[in-house]
């Protein structure tokens, strides 16, 4: 397959070089496209794009990464996938590879994570991708670990029937033989592990997060992660839903009837939408 590869931290990150390496050694076509720098919390962003306004890039010569191509971009992850999906850096992908983060991206945290935006990007673009994380830890990082689950994972993904979908695979920070399994997980609701409150004070505003006062949900996939199991969560992007009385009451307040309109296509949650986990 020709896979490409990208992340939120940078194309020099740990993580980056040990996904696109495990892959490479699997035999597959790999580039790899990101940002120049650390874009976390960029979520599916791509910045200014337009014609009169052309994104710098840079070829770049990564220790592990030799012989592949290499491009940083002063732009988020998902400006690459956007732009890869084009054919800008030779063929369209088969499949993307975002990651491996520092830091695991469970529950609602999907949304504001530039790694899982990257991979959700791709399949808006009808290309299947894999999102990987890693458990925070002041430990250093088992990248390995990591790498070794992504590569089946991927090619599990790629090769999923019907619509393209994320797969979003969070492990915890172990040796490998130490995970004590992967399973399909749930997606943890809004603070169930940490909780954020925000203090206005005299020019700016700070946010503080403090440990959630319970623990996640036992089959969400931040508890399964706590508990030492690698999770995936199969994410089918953005879903429209039926919006047939909104349409009703808009309509009324012009003096109108709403037009007859059909039912959206991702109103299951499987043709290009939800952000929904399959278990």
Known sequence: MRVLVTNDD??????????????????HDVVVVGPDGDRSGAGAAIG??????????????????EGLRVVAL?????????LACLGAFGGRPDVVASGINPGANTGHLVLHSGTVGAALTAVGLGVPSLAVSLK????PYEWETAAVLALPALEWVAA?????AALNLNVPNVPLPEVRGVRAADLAPYGEVWVASADVRE???????????????PESDAASVLAGWATLTLLYGIAAAPAH??????????GHDAAPSRSPAGAGGRDGGGATAAT
């Open 10 to 27: 940078g194309v020099e990150a740990p993580g980056i070089v040990a996904l696109a390496a495990r892959i490479r050694a699997a035999g």
């Open 48 to 65: 200014p794009l337009h014609r009169s306004e052309p994104i710098p890039m840079a070829e770049r010569h990564i220790p592990g990464l």
């Open 74 to 82: 002063e732009r988020p992850p998902a400006t690459a996938v956007y």
């Open 136 to 139: 925070w830890s002041e430990q």
């Open 160 to 164: 999923h029937p019907g619509p393209p």
């Open 203 to 217: 020019g700016d505003v700070r946010i503080e997060f403090r440990g959630s006062d319970h623990g996640p949900a």
């Open 245 to 254: 009385d909104a349409a009703a009451a808009v309509a009324a307040a012009l």
